[in-house]
Structure formats: structure tokens, C-alpha cells
């Protein structure tokens, strides 16, 4: 079973779950063929939803899961409960009824693929990417309603959709209550240009247990590191009574450093200080001559 993407079914009724990038390729995710197969399992159900949040992937895969679902008997409700970017926009279209939280996001964009090879094989790159063009054109057209061109221009400059957005033009049924999302995605390696600043950041992972149990053998070392360098520092200035202070108050080796090498040469001061003053003659203490002349 892959992450991100379930399907569970009852009597009549089947729920799939795509919280995933879609196909097995360099995004890896919910491959067509996975999808087509376990699809064909839903014999007898008559009612499925499927529930979106993914960033879109490998055009062919999404292509044929959104042929897959439309080609299938049973009528099709969509939820959109995160976001539906690019060919997974394309699968929402699948849906009788599209419907999207208020809180998700939408995006639709030229197709494009990474390529190298002579003229003639780019030339027949391009001719594929301009003819998947039109038919993700014909998916978005026979849900809004829209004219191609119209639709074309849209995807020309990649279009991002709030709920309400996606409603006006179309591309949506209904708007439903927000969702609060568990599920996230680093967006970087798709290449998208006008990625909102809500969604630009790539999210924070959580830990695991061999991730933390690293992190706390790695703070143990570098305490260690920490109070073996302040002593060894301490013993070079000769000042080791310092060093369990500064260790106990949790102060950078660089900080006992400066401390440390302070104290020291304030100690070479007073030493020299006090080496340098020289004892009063006797006979010019006035308390010798006192003395002296009392016995007298």
C-alpha cells in the first residue's frame, strides 16, 4: 500500500484516497497502472469519492487516471481537500461533482517535460506535449464549459485557484467548510513559477525515533566537548579552579576562553604589580626610629 493514496470500499460504495504526487516516475507516487488496477476491482459500487490532495506529476499517468474514472459506471463525487495541482487538477475534472474546501488550493499549467536528444526528436517532443495540451484542454472544457482558448490562455501562465476562484470559473461544483491538512508537500522539484507564498516553503518533517535517539547522542558528545575544552583551556592559564564554574553555568567554550585568559592576566598583573614594590629601609620606617629612640 502506498502512502498517500487507500482505497476502501462497502456494499456500494468505495472511497479512494490520492494524497500523493500521481505516477512512479522522478515524483514518485500513484502510478496509473496501480490505480487502473485496483479500480477494476470496484465491481458492483455505484457511488465513489475520491478525496484530492496532491501536486500534480507525471501527465500520462494523470491522463489515464482521469480516462479510468470517467470511463468507470459508478457516478464519481471529488473532494479537493488540499490542493489539486496540476495533472491532479486534471483528475479532479473526472468528478460528477467536484467538490473543493475552502481552504484548498487549485492550479492548472502548460505540460511540460525535461528532454534532450537531436532537432527532429525535440520537434516530436513538442508535437506530443501540444497535442496532451488539447486533450487536458477538452478534460477542463467539458467540466466549466469554457472555450479552449480561453482555457489555453489560462494554463499559459499557470493559474493558481482559491476555492472561490475554481467555483467562478467553473472548474468546481461547491464549496465546502476548510480542512484542516496533516499532509504536505515540498513543491520545489516541480519547477512551478508563481508557487503562493503559503504553499513556497518546503515543510518541516517530523522526526522519527532513530532521528531523535541520534540528536540526543549528538548533544551528549558535544557537551562532552564542551567541559573536556574548558578544562583544558583552564589548566593551560592555570586557573582550574575557574573551569567547574563555567562549566556548571553552561558557558560556550569560547566565552570561558575570554574569561579564563582574563583572569589569567589579571593574575600575572598583580603578581608583577606586587613583585615590583620594594620593602621600606629600616631605617627610614618611622616606627623603627620610634621604637629605637624609646629604648633610649
Given amino acids: ?57 507525471e501527465v500520462f499517468d494523470g491522463t489515464a487516471i482521469y480516462n479510468a474514472l470517467i470511463n468507470h459506471p459508478a457516478n464519481i463525487e471529488v473532494h479537493i481537500d488540499g490542493m489539486a495541482l496540476s495533472m491532479a487538477s486534471v483528475i479532479a475534472m473526472a468528478g460528477n461533482k467536484v467538490v473543493m474546501a475552502e481552504n484548498a488550493m487549485m492550479m492548472i499549467h502548460d505540460p511540460s517535460i525535461s528532454v534532450s536528444g537531436s532537432a527532429s526528436q525535440l520537434r516530436k517532443t513538442a508535437d506530443t506535449l501540444e497535442k496532451t ?29 482559491s476555492a472561490d476562484e475554481a467555483l467562478c470559473h467553473g472548474f468546481i461544483d461547491e464549496v465546502s467548510s476548510p480542512i484542516e491538512m496533516a499532509a504536505h508537500f515540498d513543491l520545489s522539484p516541480f519547477n512551478f513559477k508563481h508557487v503562493p507564498e503559503q504553499l513556497s516553503k518546503a515543510p518541516d518533517q517530523p522526526l522519527d525515533l532513530a532521528q531523535i535517539e541520534a540528536l540526543k547522542i549528538e548533544a551528549v558528545n558535544n557537551e562532552r566537548k564542551r567541559v573536556q575544552s574548558i578544562i583544558d583551556i583552564a589548566n593551560i592559564v592555570n586557573q582550574p579552579r575557574l573551569a567547574t564554574a563555567f562549566i556548571d553555568q553552561g558557558v560556550s567554550v569560547d566565552e570561558a576562553r575570554d574569561k579564563l585568559f582574563k583572569a589569567s592576566e589579571k593574575e600575572q598583573e598583580e603578581t608583577i604589580i606586587s613583585s615590583q614594590v620594594p620593602p621600606l629601609p629600616e631605617d627610614t620606617n618611622p616606627l623603627s626610629k620610634d621604637a629605637e629612640n624609646r629604648s633610649q
Fill in 1 to 57: 500500500m502506498k502512502t498517500g493514496y487507500e482505497i476502501k470500499a462497502q456494499d456500494t460504495t468505495a472511497e479512494i484516497m490520492i494524497y500523493d504526487a500521481i505516477g512512479s516516475g522522478m515524483f514518485g507516487g500513484v502510478s496509473a497502472k496501480d490505480f487502473v488496477t485496483d479500480l477494476k476491482q470496484l465491481t458492483g459500487v455505484a457511488n465513489i469519492t475520491v478525496r484530492l490532495n496532491s501536486p500534480g506529476g
Fill in 133 to 161: 495540451k488539447a486533450a487536458i484542454v477538452n478534460a477542463y472544457a467539458r467540466k466549466t464549459g469554457k472555450q479552449q482558448d480561453e482555457l489555453s490562455a489560462l494554463m499559459s501562465v499557470e493559474t493558481w485557484m
